[in-house]
């Protein structure tokens, strides 16, 4: 069980918007640290979306978009697209565990 | 464009270690401006960070793993290495190395190499 909590799944049709959340504490990004987004896709590594709550990296479609409110945080993606079916990660830094976690995971069906 | 390729033997034995070298290419791991990572997935599960390491040496595990796991730098050959010693079954996994964005460890990972299977078994 990840300090960070995914639903394990989300759907949507093409062209829609959904959101992921990843709920977290006050010893993680609810605290003030940072909260990455990630993208597997099937067989391949993880690609960064998201970082420092709400920044694309230098090539992601701003179609994904990032937010944080005290111990929860969302991924957003519009215009929904087949090729975004995947897995997607949340990431941050816990002051307990003293170590950086990712959340469980959310596999992103498009219908 | 920087490159990170992870090697290494894909089966292990029960009690032994587990040896792994990252090759970086595109960039240098002197540069001071970034930590390096290793991560874990075992199959069909989540993300799990192993620890990080500057290219001076400094190192940060995971309390999890941290009894069993060495994280060091060769500056000379720009690799990153990750041992972990008295493998068993639940270490059995892809391991990815990755660039953190910055210098600190609690950076996003904006870079990743493709990963290495390696399965524990007698």
């Known amino acids: 069980q990840s300090v960070l909590t995914q639903p394990p799944s989300v759907s949507g049709a093409p062209g829609q918007r959904v959101t992921i959340s990843c709920t977290g504490s006050s010893s993680n990004f609810g605290g003030g640290y940072d909260v990455h987004w990630y993208q597997q896709l099937p067989g391949t590594a993880p690609k960064l979306l998201i970082y420092?709550?709400?920044n694309r990296p230098s090539g992601v479609p701003d179609r994904f978009s990032g937010s944080k409110s005290g111990t929860s945080a969302s991924l957003a993606i519009t215009g929904l697209q087949a090729e975004d079916e995947a897995i997607y990660y949340c990431q941050s830094y816990d002051n307990i565990l003293s170590a950086s976690v990712f959340g469980g995971g959310t596999k992103l069906t498009v219908l | 464009q920087l490159q990170l390729q992870e090697s290494g033997p894909g089966l292990v034995k029960p009690s032994e270690t587990l040896s792994l070298t990252c090759t970086v290419s595109g960039g240098s791991i002197s540069s001071s401006s970034y930590f390096w990572g290793w991560i874990r997935q075992p199959p069909g599960k989540g993300l799990e960070w192993i620890g990080s390491?500057?290219?001076?040496?400094?190192?940060y595990y995971s309390p999890s793993l941290k009894s069993r796991v060495t994280i060091s730098v060769d500056t000379s050959k720009n690799q990153i290495s990750l041992k972990l010693s008295s493998v068993t079954a639940a270490d059995m996994a892809m391991y990815y190395c990755a660039r953190h964005r910055g210098i600190s460890p609690l950076r996003a990972f904006d870079y990743w190499g493709q990963g290495t299977l390696v399965t524990v078994s007698s």
């Open positions: 420092g709550d709400s």
């Open positions: 390491v500057y290219y001076s040496g400094s190192t």
